[in-house]
């Protein structure tokens, strides 16, 4: 599955906090956007919301935006 992620990095604490009307999540991260530290943080918020491996989790698009596209695994 494909979802969409706002991500708002240097947050008080990492998690997704809200879905936006089109169906946005918005994500909040500890880490500041720099060497991909606030992308490796989305990584780990998203894969423990899913239940899959980090490993599995991918940014598809947007890497260096606050609008990413990230590839989840589907449950099987």
């Known amino acids: ?3 969409r992620v706002k991500v708002r990095p240097k947050s008080k604490e990492s998690k997704i906090v809200d879905v936006m009307e ?3 999540l918005k994500v909040r991260v500890k880490a500041a956007p720099e060497k991909g530290k606030a992308n490796k943080e989305v990584v780990a918020v ?3 919301e899913y239940g899959v491996r980090e490993s599995d989790v991918e940014i598809v698009g947007g890497a260096t935006d606050t609008v990413k ?3 989840i695994p589907d449950e099987s």
Do not use: C, V
């Open 1 to 3: 599955m494909f979802i």
């Open 22 to 24: 089109d169906g946005t």
């Open 46 to 48: 998203l894969a423990a």
């Open 69 to 71: 596209l990230i590839k």
